[in-house]
């Protein structure tokens, strides 16, 4: 049921986008289903938000945005708790804390599943109204960020617990074939239009296209392998400073950082524990600094996100894709190997994530989704294991710190020609 929620929204007919939109909602309810309530409420770390947390937020969103603000006469469900699940709305006023949001021992899980329900039904009549379409779209869009977020959150919380914690009970798949030698897409360079130029949905950091001028180029086939980095590893490619960035360099020694977050020995955690490391699988939960140092290692460098981009845009997945951007019921949401740029991991850019040319943020809190967050962040492409299908885009830019690695991150190597 899992891989049947998409994410290519707005929809031309009011009932495909409530099909759209309960699908969403439902794969959200049945990604915190196999937690306890004990689960769902611990926060690991300030970078990731329980899963009832998650829950709870993307609920707040369509009360605040959709029903508060659309239909006439709703009441909260309960005023109290925009307080609890309003992220980083300065609009919106006063909000928790995000270090603290691992406190909220209440409400229950099933108190929150309740609310949802409430706001389920009570945003019915809102697919019939033209002005809402938009919204609604940003909404599902937002709901499936927030489910490879929960996913990633309640990973990284899980491989603390010293029994080792699986979430699901199978294995993670492994690649059915070896790592093929890594070939190139070579790119003559030239003017590329960059950027979101399609039908359909597109978050506001994806616009408006624009030209860009790219020297001539080659980007890798395939992502970096696990025994890849371990011939990193073993040639002292966590002890060389010479193939850091001065950040990354005073980052690895004041973490004591010599590997990807989650490995120990041969084995790394998934979401089914503990398993064996498979050496074709692509190298993921690494950080920029990281994946930098690595091509220095290499004798490449990281893509530009506009050179990774060009090659992309022959390689843009559909909704329809039955590749690796996909999301299947109880399954360790791990890398599966393969030659698209989509599916597998989000692959670090060289780009700095700033506004494109003629940038401007939406009117009114929503114009706070992208826009407040282009500073001291790089861009990354492509989707991960974790993505909903359908829901990334050659044009599609993720952005985190250039220490964090919490989410399922990898690198594609480049190189001028």
């Given at each position: 049921m899992l891989a049947e929620a998409i994410a290519r929204v707005p929809s031309d007919t009011a009932d495909t986008l409530a099909e759209n939109y309960h699908k969403t909602r439902g794969l959200t309810v049945a990604l915190a289903e196999p937690l306890s309530e004990a689960d769902a409420t611990i926060q690991s770390m300030e970078d990731a938000s329980p899963a009832k947390w998650h829950l709870g937020h993307t609920t707040w969103f369509f009360e605040s945005f959709l029903l508060r603000d659309h239909l006439p006469d709703y009441r909260l469900y309960d005023e109290r708790w925009p307080f609890l699940f309003n992220s980083y709305y300065e609009a919106e006023g006063d909000r928790l804390l995000r270090a603290r949001r691992g406190m909220l021992s209440r409400p229950?899980?099933?108190?929150?599943?309740?609310?949802?329900?409430?706001?389920d039904a009570a945003i019915e009549p809102l697919f019939d109204d033209p002005a809402c379409r938009d919204l609604l779209a940003l909404g599902l869009a937002h709901e499936q960020q927030h489910q490879e977020l929960l996913l990633t959150d309640i990973k990284h919380a899980l491989a603390l617990n010293?029994?080792?914690?699986?979430?699901?009970?199978?294995?993670?798949?492994?690649?059915?074939?070896?790592?093929?030698?890594?070939?190139?897409?070579?790119?003559?360079?030239?003017?590329?239009?960059?950027?979101?130029?399609?039908?359909?949905?597109?978050?506001?950091?994806?616009?408006?296209?624009?030209?860009?001028?790219?020297?001539?180029?080659?980007?890798?086939?395939?992502?970096?392998?696990?025994?890849?980095?371990?011939?990193?590893?073993?040639?002292?490619?966590?002890?060389?400073?010479?193939?850091?960035?001065?950040?990354?360099?005073?980052?690895?020694?004041?973490?004591?950082?010599?590997?990807?977050?989650?490995?120990?020995?041969?084995?790394?955690?998934?979401?089914?524990?503990?398993?064996?490391?498979?050496?074709?699988?692509?190298?993921?939960?690494?950080?920029?600094?990281?994946?930098?140092?690595?091509?220095?290692?290499?004798?490449?460098?990281?893509?530009?996100?506009?050179?990774?981009?060009?090659?992309?845009?022959?390689?843009?997945?559909?909704?329809?894709?039955?590749?690796?951007?996909?999301?299947?019921?109880?399954?360790?949401?791990?890398?599966?190997?393969?030659?698209?740029?989509?599916?597998?991991?989000?692959?670090?850019?060289?780009?700095?994530?700033?506004?494109?040319?003629?940038?401007?943020?939406?009117?009114?809190?929503?114009?706070?989704?992208?826009?407040?967050?282009?500073?001291?962040?790089?861009?990354?492409?492509?989707?991960?294991?974790?993505?909903?299908?359908?829901h990334s885009r050659a044009s599609y830019r993720n952005f985190f710190y250039p220490h964090q690695r919490w989410q399922f991150t990898g690198l594609r190597l480049a190189k001028d020609l």
């Open positions: 229950s899980v099933s108190e929150i599943l309740d609310w949802r329900a409430h706001v010293p029994l080792g914690a699986a979430m699901w009970s199978n294995a993670a798949p492994q690649p059915e074939e070896p790592a093929a030698p890594v070939g190139w897409h070579d790119h003559p360079g030239g003017i590329a239009m960059i950027g979101h130029q399609e039908q359909g949905f597109a978050f506001d950091n994806e616009g408006p296209a624009h030209r860009a001028l790219l020297e001539p180029f080659a980007l890798a086939d395939r992502l970096v392998t696990n025994a890849e980095w371990d011939a990193f590893i073993a040639d002292g490619g966590y002890r060389d400073p010479a193939l850091w960035l001065s950040d990354g360099w005073a980052w690895v020694q004041r973490e004591g950082i010599d590997k990807p977050l989650y490995w120990r020995e041969g084995d790394s955690f998934t979401h089914s524990g503990w398993q064996p490391r498979h050496p074709d699988a692509p190298v993921t939960h690494i950080s920029y600094y990281e994946a930098d140092a690595y091509a220095s290692w290499a004798g490449c460098r990281l893509p530009t996100e506009f050179e990774w981009e060009a090659i992309a845009r022959t390689d843009n997945p559909s909704l329809d894709s039955d590749g690796g951007n996909q999301l299947d019921a109880a399954v360790s949401p791990l890398p599966r190997g393969g030659q698209s740029l989509f599916g597998d991991c989000w692959q670090f850019t060289r780009s700095a994530y700033l506004p494109y040319p003629r940038f401007r943020p939406a009117e009114g809190a929503v114009g706070e989704y992208n826009g407040k967050f282009m500073s001291g962040q790089v861009v990354l492409k492509g989707a991960s294991c974790a993505t909903v299908r359908g």
